[in-house]
């Protein structure tokens, strides 16, 4: 079915579409050279491959037959070595995000109960996490991986994290497997530290539309939240970002594909971002467990590669993260989370990063 022919997209679209206007009238394409950026990271990489920001420190334990992959993680990395997409030399590693960085997004009281465990029994069930200490840390350093991702991005045009797209994640409370709104975080960091004003344009792929992030920028001049997702999901409540494309239950690769291709140029073109960060979640894949659209890997491989490209051969930098992905085969599903690695590998080699 064509896109054009679905009802709440196209209603989705008018609605937007003044304030696509409006954002872009608001932000004013300020091109400037990169700052001098402080590296959150403990080892600089030497080499010329595209960078990779990866933490061991990614991972928690959870209880056993707990739905979360948390598996999926270290195995991305293994996969991208194994199949040499990169050597290890490409990974920066990634500080733990501070509480002053997570309050420019989340609020003291979430920040404070949620890092000291006084997540009540019922928020916690919200989460889908039972607290731990682990998963403080987990969350912390995975968006501290975002964050540098993104500062790695704008010195050297591209950047990808093995984790990465907790877009559920509001500033006072966290939901659907998300703690802290990496994505926000990194966001909202990079263009509130910057003068002149830096905008960020963000690309969500994943499966389920990302309520946190738009409810996060909702109006934020600087910061335009572009989603495809499938309508007939999680979150049930959507929240109104800039852009919301919503695709019906078992769409495939090609109309996703043309979906993406039909307005992707168009935002890059209107919004003039200063920095693209892209959400490449797998679970809009055929096999995933919570995704309910009918993409292939050759699917995902052609959406990062398109998205990618798009971005990079515009001279805007681009930080990528995994986002949502499920599946209890935790080899296979991380394979297919290191497509957006190899997609990544493929547009640095010829675009001459
Ligand atoms: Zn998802």
Redesign the pocket.
């Known amino acids: 079915m064509a896109y054009f022919t679905k009802q709440s997209a196209l209603y989705t679209l008018l609605v937007r579409y003044k304030s696509i206007q409006e954002k872009t009238f608001l932000k004013v394409n300020i091109r400037h050279a990169p700052s001098k950026i402080l590296f959150h990271t403990e080892r600089e990489s030497g080499t010329r491959g595209l960078p990779v920001v990866h933490h061991s420190k990614y991972v928690c334990d959870l209880p056993p037959d707990h739905r979360f992959p948390m598996g999926k993680f270290p195995r991305v990395l293994h996969f991208l070595i194994k199949d040499q997409v990169i050597t290890d030399k490409q990974i920066w590693m990634p500080n733990l995000a501070s509480e002053e960085l997570l309050g420019c997004v989340h609020t003291k009281e979430y920040l404070d109960n949620f890092i000291n465990g006084k997540i009540e029994e019922k928020e916690q069930r919200r989460t889908g996490f039972p607290w731990s200490e682990g998963l403080v840390r987990r969350c912390r350093y995975e968006t501290g991986g975002t964050v540098l991702a993104v500062e790695i991005a704008w010195r050297r045009g591209l950047a990808c994290s093995t984790a990465g797209g907790t877009h559920h994640a509001f500033p006072g409370y966290g939901a659907g497997f998300c703690l802290l709104n990496d994505l926000a975080v990194a966001a909202k960091h990079w263009t509130g530290t910057s003068t002149p004003r830096r905008k960020v344009l963000i690309v969500d792929l994943?499966?389920?539309q990302g309520d946190g992030t738009a409810f996060i920028f909702r109006e934020d001049p600087d910061v335009f939240t572009f989603s495809v997702h499938c309508g007939n999901n999680f979150p049930v409540r959507k929240q109104q970002g800039d852009l919301d494309i919503s695709m019906d239950v078992g769409v495939e690769d090609k109309e996703y594909l043309a979906t993406v291709q039909t307005h992707l140029p168009g935002l890059l073109e209107s919004f003039r971002p200063d920095l693209v960060l892209y959400d490449a979640?797998v679970?809009p894949h055929w096999r995933d467990e919570l995704g309910k659209l009918r993409l292939t890997d050759q699917g995902l491989y052609q959406r990062d590669l398109y998205v990618i490209d798009a971005v990079v051969k515009r001279g805007i930098p681009v930080a990528t993260v995994v986002?949502?992905g499920y599946s209890r085969d935790i080899d296979s599903l991380a394979i297919r989370h290191s497509i957006v690695h190899r997609a990544a590998t493929q547009v640095w080699k010829q675009q001459g990063l």
């Open positions: 994943d499966v389920h979640g679970d986002g949502g």
